[in-house]
């Protein structure tokens, strides 16, 4: 009997906290349609429990303040991206291939998925106000660098990437990319991003793959000596 007693508390733990888990979710999302559809302006308590239908209180119990609440988002947000990452095997590809596969994912990211605008608004809004949210924006982003710093490494250590190139002012260069995006995107919703995409791939494979070895050069080489 003690024992049963033991299982029905411990499951009920899990059902409480499982359902805490589904509700802080379901705030989040509300906040990210908000910030979609209104603007970060329009990101109160009372909206986000309204397009939730969730309780004010519940929103405060949550996250405490509005700062706590974006804080929340943005960590959802930031995630998205490495998650579809990580189920495309991108490290699983060589360097220069990966290197593409990772800025297009962030780039289509953006333009197909109202997450990525979301986190752009914001972005747009810490850096008008000078927000405190500049501190995780900036974390953010060189955690980004960071990323493609070693995936540009590996792909000179594999030969399939230009060695006389910086690692990190080409990862400056790919997230320069994915901000112009972005808010191109932000200010014209309707932009053929399908042509941006066959621009940037081109453009990036020509300026930083590897030229192709010629084989049998050093043959030919030794022939005539």
Same mark, same amino acid.
């Given at each position: 009997m003690a024992r049963t007693k033991q299982i029905a508390a411990r499951s009920k733990r899990r059902s409480q906290a499982e359902r805490r888990l589904q509700s802080s979710a379901g705030l989040v999302k509300a906040a990210i349609d908000v910030i979609s559809a209104e603007g970060v302006g329009a990101t109160t308590f009372e909206t986000i429990a309204r397009r939730g239908n969730y309780s004010r209180a519940l929103v405060t119990k949550r996250f405490g303040s509005k700062q706590g609440l974006i804080e929340a988002v943005i960590a959802y947000l930031r995630a998205r991206p490495e998650a579809v990452a990580i189920e495309q095997r991108v490290d699983e590809l060589t360097g220069l291939e990966a290197l593409l596969a990772y800025i297009? %994912?962030?780039?289509? #990211?953006?333009?197909?998925d109202e997450n990525g605008q979301a986190y752009y608004r914001l972005l747009s809004s810490a850096l008008g106000d000078k927000s405190p949210l500049q501190t995780i924006f900036f974390a953010e982003h060189e955690r980004f660098l960071g990323r493609v710093t070693d995936i540009v490494r590996r792909g000179?250590?594999? =030969?399939? %990437?230009r060695r006389d190139i910086d690692p990190e002012v080409t990862a400056f260069t790919a997230a320069g990319l994915v901000f112009s995006t972005a808010m191109s995107i932000l200010l014209n919703p309707s932009i053929d991003i399908s042509s941006l995409q066959h621009s940037w791939v081109k453009t990036l494979t020509t300026a930083f793959a590897a030229a192709p070895r010629k084989s049998g050069a =050093?043959? *030919? =080489? *030794?022939? #005539?000596?």
């Amino acid at each position: 009997m003690a024992r049963t007693k033991q299982i029905a508390a411990r499951s009920k733990r899990r059902s409480q906290a499982e359902r805490r888990l589904q509700s802080s979710a379901g705030l989040v999302k509300a906040a990210i349609d908000v910030i979609s559809a209104e603007g970060v302006g329009a990101t109160t308590f009372e909206t986000i429990a309204r397009r939730g239908n969730y309780s004010r209180a519940l929103v405060t119990k949550r996250f405490g303040s509005k700062q706590g609440l974006i804080e929340a988002v943005i960590a959802y947000l930031r995630a998205r991206p490495e998650a579809v990452a990580i189920e495309q095997r991108v490290d699983e590809l060589t360097g220069l291939e990966a290197l593409l596969a990772y800025i297009d %994912i962030y780039v289509h #990211h953006l333009a197909t998925d109202e997450n990525g605008q979301a986190y752009y608004r914001l972005l747009s809004s810490a850096l008008g106000d000078k927000s405190p949210l500049q501190t995780i924006f900036f974390a953010e982003h060189e955690r980004f660098l960071g990323r493609v710093t070693d995936i540009v490494r590996r792909g000179q250590a594999e =030969g399939n %990437i230009r060695r006389d190139i910086d690692p990190e002012v080409t990862a400056f260069t790919a997230a320069g990319l994915v901000f112009s995006t972005a808010m191109s995107i932000l200010l014209n919703p309707s932009i053929d991003i399908s042509s941006l995409q066959h621009s940037w791939v081109k453009t990036l494979t020509t300026a930083f793959a590897a030229a192709p070895r010629k084989s049998g050069a =050093g043959r *030919a =080489g *030794a022939r #005539h000596k």
